[in-house]
């Protein structure tokens, strides 16, 4: 399997008595890159300058091939350009208006003095806000940098990027507007009362990459004090398209949820998210395990969830490390380290095993070495089959919760969205490499939209119905 492309492209002066092309081509080759453009920039009789777009797959490869041009006599790098970096000059994302103002008529219509008789309005009427303001289609994406992709705690500036891109995302696949807000670390109380003193201006609210164990206690606060949808995806996410993917799978091995032996390993945020998502779904069997082994409701933890975790998980009390309680077991998953799960602890599960190795960006096993022995494998990886991607379910889900103006986004709705996810593969579609759909299919959104707001009006957590 190939590995997620990086692309630079080096400006080169090359004396043309002392290099040839040739030998810079050699040079990346050998090293694994692979030259997909070539322009001259400009052409002289003793130099030429041309601008190299290389592909490589990982950062090491593309310093060696900068390292060993520099070593070559007559060639000088006079740019190097990151295509990752370009596109983030500026920023991702600008705003933009929907009205003209070109005459001090419409000037006085959007802002004063016309502007005052809606302020009027809204403080009389607050719901007049989803009517007359971008509250109705607007989701604040909130992080304080503590849990950042695999990067750890990093500045909140450096955690823009990312929140950048989920507004992308939320934009292009749903039509949502969504604002990074990036804070300053700080204790949950602090957090809690930011957001709710920004919560005004959003018809929903997403947390993420906040770390554990604060990001609990933050959406349980938030939840509880905010009339607005509270969503942490990295938790919910991750839950839900990690739901969708095991129906499917379950499908394929013509087994039933309720009677399966489920290991869930890794019991932070995203595992404990799993494990109530998949309980939901009506498992009973479920054993979670981290680094102190098989978590049990015969002893205490100091972990916030732990004990609570432990009381509602492994009825038959095992205990033991993962390579004891995984034998006989019909699905792994996996939100933990990479390698910790061995050939031999696929072999020892029940017949047809389901393996998701979930840890990104290394995987607990990587596909090559599963296939002889999982019947299906997901990862949380794009250059695999079975993506676990949280892009699948949170343009979808707030798209549906604010269209319903849903006060919260509740177990049901999650189990929706992850029934809507799954069903947009047909069974007829539905094989070991294809359980979870792609994020470009257009299906998914639309899908998730409205089994969220079926959900929402069911559960009486719905303000209107938009489809009346």
């Not at 400006?11 to 070539?38: C, H, P, Q, W, Y």
């Not at 322009?39 to 290389?54: A, Q």
């Not at 947390?207 to 990001?215: K, M, T, V």
């Not at 933050?218 to 942490?232: G, M, S, W």
Request: glycine share 6%; proline share 5%; net charge negative.
């Amino acid at each position: 399997m190939s590995r997620a492309m990086m692309s630079i492209i080096l400006r080169l002066e090359m004396e043309k008595e002392n290099v040839s092309f040739g030998e810079i081509a050699t040079i990346v080759s050998n090293v694994g890159g692979d030259i997909v453009a070539i322009d001259v920039i400009k052409e002289g009789k003793h130099k030429t300058i041309r601008d190299i777009s290389i592909n490589v797959n990982d950062e090491t490869k593309q310093e060696r091939i900068i390292q060993s041009i520099k070593q070559l006599p007559g060639v000088v790098i006079k740019h190097i350009s990151d295509r990752t970096f370009l596109v983030h000059l500026g920023g991702k994302i600008h705003v933009s208006s929907k009205v003209e103002i070109d005459n001090r008529e419409e000037m006085s219509r959007v802002y004063t003095p016309e502007v005052a008789r809606v302020c009027e309005a809204i403080d009389e009427d607050p719901n007049l806000a989803y009517q007359f303001t971008i509250k109705r289609n607007t989701v604040a994406v909130i992080s304080d940098g503590t849990a950042v992709l695999g990067l750890g705690t990093i500045r909140p500036e450096a955690a823009m990027p990312v929140m950048e891109g989920k507004a992308m995302l939320f934009k292009q696949f749903a039509n949502v507007d969504a604002f990074p807000i990036c804070i300053n670390p700080c204790k949950p109380e602090e957090t809690i009362r930011i957001v709710k003193a920004l919560s005004p201006t959003f018809g929903g609210i997403n947390l993420e990459d906040i770390g554990s164990p604060q990001c609990f206690e933050i959406e349980e606060r938030l939840k509880q004090e905010l009339d607005i949808p509270v969503f942490h995806d990295d938790q919910h996410g991750t839950a839900i398209v990690a739901l969708a993917g095991l129906l499917n799978a379950l499908h394929i091995v013509n087994k039933d949820i309720a009677s399966c032996k489920i290991i869930v390993c890794g019991i932070g945020a995203a595992g404990m998210a799993i494990t109530n998502m998949l309980l939901t779904a009506g498992a009973t069997n479920i054993i979670g395990v981290d680094m102190e082994g098989a978590l049990t409701r015969d002893l205490s933890y100091d972990r916030p969830g732990w004990n609570e975790f432990a009381g509602k998980t492994n009825p038959q009390k095992e205990t033991g490390a993962l390579h004891d309680v995984i034998k006989d077991a019909d699905v792994f998953i996996g939100v933990s380290a990479p390698g910790i799960l061995k050939n031999e602890n696929i072999q020892s599960m029940a017949n047809d095993p389901i393996v998701f190795a979930l840890a990104n960006p290394h995987p607990e096993i990587t596909p090559d070495e599963a296939r002889p022995y999982a019947k299906v494998m997901a990862t949380g990886r794009s250059d695999y089959p079975n993506q676990v991607n949280n892009v699948l379910c949170f343009p979808g889900i707030f798209r549906g919760a604010l269209d319903c103006r849903a006060r919260e986004i509740n177990e049901e709705m999650k189990l929706a969205a992850a029934k809507a996810i799954a069903s947009t593969i047909s069974e007829d579609e539905v094989n070991e490499d294809y359980i979870i759909p792609s994020v470009f299919n257009e299906d998914v959104v639309q899908s998730i939209r409205n089994a969220v707001i079926k959900a929402a009006i069911e559960t009486g957590v719905a303000r209107r119905n938009p489809d009346q």
